[in-house]
């Protein structure tokens, strides 16, 4: 199945570059068809940590479709000449693929966060997903990732959602991948925030960008993961100099 996408590469990694309704389209009818798809959200700690590991790079490249998720990558595209149109983050696709697969009666394997989560996660999609099938749901804490694929492969929901973060969550979906033919993506911290573990940044925020200070604020411990945006820059600004000479 051909997408028509337009694709912006940045860094070695080609990002979708439309609006979130036409690629949501997208991903439903392939949903619908049984297309096995793959989806990767990459914000800028994500995009710098493939720049240096050449296996995570491979993975990600495997990838049906990449998206610019953090305003980190649309301001490099900007920088670089070549601007993406629009944000779409892995929580924005997680939410409106539940309302879609509640409407049309779909079902979901989900995998990943700490087990507190799980279960909170469990109530919030018996009370607000009524009409989706839960095809299965395990903690990210587990030894035996073959049995869970074992089960995945039993029960061929028609999505898979892993929250195990980048980048286990991406190694997980390209190994096993082709034991069902739905839609897999990587959510990182996405079930924490639908579950109410984790409060995501009021609109205002996201809306002018500034979601990363919003979480920061929140969660001072992530300093050390937002250092990394600097060095990501640095990379973008290198690439720019380099295209110009």
């Known amino acids: 199945m051909t997408d028509k996408l337009k694709r912006t590469a940045i860094l070695n990694i080609s990002y979708i570059n439309t609006n979130f309704n ?38 990600i490249s495997g990838a049906d479709f990449i998206t610019p998720d953090g305003i980190g990558i649309i301001k490099a595209s900007e920088m670089l000449n070549t601007p993406i149109q629009e944000r779409i983050t892995g929580f924005d696709i997680f939410k409106a693929m539940l309302d879609w697969g509640n409407q049309n009666h779909k079902s979901a394997y989900f995998v990943g966060a700490k087990p507190n989560v799980i279960e909170d996660l469990k109530a919030v999609l018996a009370s607000d997903y009524p009409n989706l099938k839960i095809s299965g749901m395990h903690d990210g804490y587990f030894d035996d990732e073959q049995s869970i694929a074992d089960e995945i492969k039993q029960t061929q929901p028609d999505m898979v959602f892993a929250a195990l973060g980048s980048p286990k969550q991406e190694a997980f979906i390209a190994k096993y991948r ?48 937002l250092m990394v945006i600097p060095k990501y820059l640095k990379l973008i600004r290198k690439a720019k100099k380099s295209r110009l000479g």
């Open 22 to 59: 036409h690629f949501l389209n997208i991903i439903q009818e392939r949903t619908n068809d049984r297309s096995n798809t793959f989806i990767v959200t990459v914000n800028p700690e994500i995009a710098y940590y493939a720049h240096e590991h050449p296996e995570y790079q491979k993975i």
């Open 178 to 225: 082709h034991l069902n033919n739905g839609l897999w993506i990587g959510l990182g911290g996405s079930f924490d925030v639908l579950s109410g573990n984790t409060k995501r940044a009021p609109k205002f925020w996201i809306n002018h960008h500034l979601e990363w200070l919003y979480r920061l604020i929140s969660e001072p411990s992530r300093l050390p993961r």
